[in-house]
């Protein structure tokens, strides 16, 4: 049985989170809302400076398949810049989403995108990668594991890239703690997709996959998992959060879909990986809830864990589906996950 079941979400720091979920809904057609919720953060406190501060969270979802967007923003304070993001610095560098057919998603990508053109033209099954207006990098890949079948389709997301400053230590994390153990390449050199800046840096670069046991009841809306390590080899490394707040902006944390978190906490200890936040029992989100909890990788970025107790499936009729009742080991019938798309927001 897996620990995991599939990326939930990413957190993604903004000053302007009706803006932020307008851009993703435009551009890559995440436009499920699953909560919006206003309120305190007071777990998150080892990561505020000690202070409790309010923040809105909206989570919404590409029904197509993948993981959803977490667009946090702080609502009791003004949140930090990020700096300009290097290759190779510590933490979530870009964030991966999927799609079954590359040149669909770039012509969807390009006519979308109002923030700044797709920054390669992808060859056959290849990569692109495209902006937002905070500068954050999101790379289009190519995934086979879907909700939906369709032809072509765009799908949210699938996993990210961590700069780490050692791999191999980072792949023992991934491996270990939560069983993302599946190396599809480990390569070394020189790599032109990073962009005319970096053609004579040197990387070492690492893609974990998962294919998920689809054993939860999200798991075939989520699909597979993708995790790309990158560790600078000509520089030293900044650490993106270092002096600054989670829910500041840029990537805030990688979210994974957790069956049974107290199976997964024992694993994480086992391999002295001590959760930091843990909410124990069911955190209210407003409109849905669940435990959560958060581990650091070796370098210190944030990876968080969802074990998700409720969920609305149409909140104009006060639907709600409580897994705690129905159980957290086996799929939720597929027209049961689709009622989760009465939700979405038309532009």
């Not at 000690?50 to 977490?70: D, F, K, P, T």
């Not at 780490?164 to 991934?174: G, T």
């Not at 989520?222 to 390590?229: A, K, R």
């Not at 994974?256 to 930091?276: A, G």
Request: charged share 20%.
């Amino acid at each position: 049985m897996g620990f995991i079941s599939g990326v939930q979400q990413v957190g993604i720091g903004c000053e302007n989170s009706p803006e932020t979920f307008k851009w993703l809904r435009k551009t890559f057609g995440i436009n499920v809302q699953i909560f919006d919720d206003e309120a305190k953060a007071p777990l998150m406190t080892p990561y505020t400076g000690g202070e409790v501060h309010s923040r809105r969270a909206i989570l919404a979802m590409n029904m197509n398949g993948g993981g959803g967007a977490e667009i946090w923003q702080f609502t009791s304070r003004k949140a930090s810049a990020s700096p300009i993001v290097q290759w190779g610095d510590l933490g979530i560098n870009a964030v991966k989403l999927k799609s079954n057919s590359i040149a669909y998603s770039h012509n969807l990508v390009k006519k979308n995108n109002a923030c700044s053109e797709p920054q390669n033209d992808p060859k056959g099954d290849g990569c692109f990668w495209v902006k937002d207006a905070a500068g954050n990098n999101y790379q289009i890949v190519k995934d086979s594991s879907w909700f939906k079948n369709e032809v072509e389709m765009q799908g949210g997301f699938c996993g990210a890239m961590i700069g780490v400053s050692n791999i191999d230590i980072s792949i023992a994390f991934y491996q270990n703690g939560l069983g993302i153990n599946n190396i599809i390449y480990d390569v070394t050199g020189k790599f032109n997709d990073l962009g005319e800046a970096y053609k004579d840096q040197n990387f070492r670069r690492v893609l974990l996959g998962y294919t998920n046991p689809q054993i939860a009841p999200f798991s075939k809306l989520l699909g597979d998992i993708q995790i790309e390590l990158i560790q600078t080899l000509d520089r030293k490394p900044i650490k993106l959060f270092e002096n600054r707040f989670w829910g500041d902006l840029g990537f805030i944390h990688l979210c994974f879909d957790v069956p049974n978190m107290e199976r997964l906490k024992l694993n994480l200890n086992k391999f002295k990986y001590p959760l930091t936040v843990d909410s124990g029992v069911t955190f209210d989100m407003g409109e849905s809830g669940g435990r959560f909890a958060y581990v650091e990788d070796p370098d210190g970025t944030l990876i968080e864990m969802v074990e998700t107790h409720k969920v609305p499936i149409f909140k104009k009729f006060g639907w709600y589906l409580n897994l705690k009742k129905r159980g957290q080991h086996k799929p939720l019938p597929d027209f049961l996950v689709s009622l989760l798309g009465l939700n979405r927001i038309k532009d």
